[in-house]
T-cell receptor
Framework: DAKTTQPTSMDCAEGRAANLPCNHS???????VYWYRQIHSQGPQYIIH???NNETNEMASLIITEDRKSSTLILPHATLRDTAVYYC??????????????FGDGTTLTVKP | KAGVTQTPRYLIKTRGQQVTLSCSPI?????VSWYQQTPGQGLQFLFE???????NKGNFPGRFSGRQFSNSRSEMNVSTLELGDSALYLC?????????????FGPGTRLTVL
């Protein structure tokens, strides 16, 4: 699986958009970008994923660059409850390694009042 | 649909003992993966089971083992516990052969080894 690079920490004001970048310059053509978040001592929560098109769901938007070497997770209106560690991972699907995810250190997002 | 459940949620053991942790995947999911999370090493992949067979294995000693039952429920076992095995153990399930095999995580089992 490709390695990802994320900033160690970020701050965001409550009510503003939080934009979390992720670099995955060695991503392969069949690898998806996944985002999870983990609130202290809980299991990681799935947020969103994408292959090459931008994606949006009720939680967030995912913007993937055309060359797929980087992506940005956007939380449109951050709340205090969005304070968490956010992980960006890349993982192939439909193969025997699909059940193995490689997590980096993630980005600690702190939403401030 | 119920999420991934893990039991017990908290466990305290002493060095040298063994422990068994249980994971019930989301209904219909056939793949179960296990991860260890520690402050020093982060989230590390232990192994994955699919259709009762271990399909992937991480870089952990043989003291760590697992199995999966015909109903897709999975257990992991750690024998001869060491202090360094204190961690949050997470399992994740997925429905292979769908478009993206998204993994959904359980709440974890917090193991403390004294």
């Amino acid at each position: 699986d490709a390695k990802t690079t994320q900033p160690t920490s970020m701050d965001c004001a409550e009510g503003r958009a939080a934009n979390l970048p992720c670099n995955h310059s060695t991503i392969s053509g069949n690898e998806y970008v996944y985002w999870y978040r983990q609130i202290h001592s809980q299991g990681p929560q799935y947020i969103i994923h994408g292959l090459k098109n931008n994606e949006t769901n009720e939680m967030a938007s995912l913007i993937i660059t055309e060359d797929r070497k980087s992506s940005t997770l956007i939380l449109p209106h951050a709340t205090l409850r969005d304070t968490a560690v956010y992980y960006c991972i890349v993982r192939a699907s439909h193969n025997t390694n699909a059940g193995k995810s490689t997590f980096g250190d993630g980005t600690t997002l702190t939403v401030k009042p | 649909k119920a999420g991934v459940t893990q039991t017990p949620r908290y466990l305290i053991k002493t060095r040298g003992q063994q422990v068994t942790l249980s994971c019930s995947p989301i209904s219909g999911h056939r793949s179960v993966s296990w991860y260890q999370q520690t402050p020093g090493q982060g989230l590390q992949f232990l192994f994955e089971y699919f259709s009762e067979t271990q399909r992937n294995k991480g870089n952990f000693p043989g003291r760590f083992s697992g199995r999966q039952f015909s109903n897709s429920r999975s257990e992991m076992n750690v024998s001869t516990l060491e202090l360094g095995d204190s961690a949050l153990y997470l399992c994740a399930s997925s429905l292979p052969h769908q478009s993206t095999d998204t993994q959904y995580f359980g709440p974890g089992t917090r193991l403390t080894v004294l």
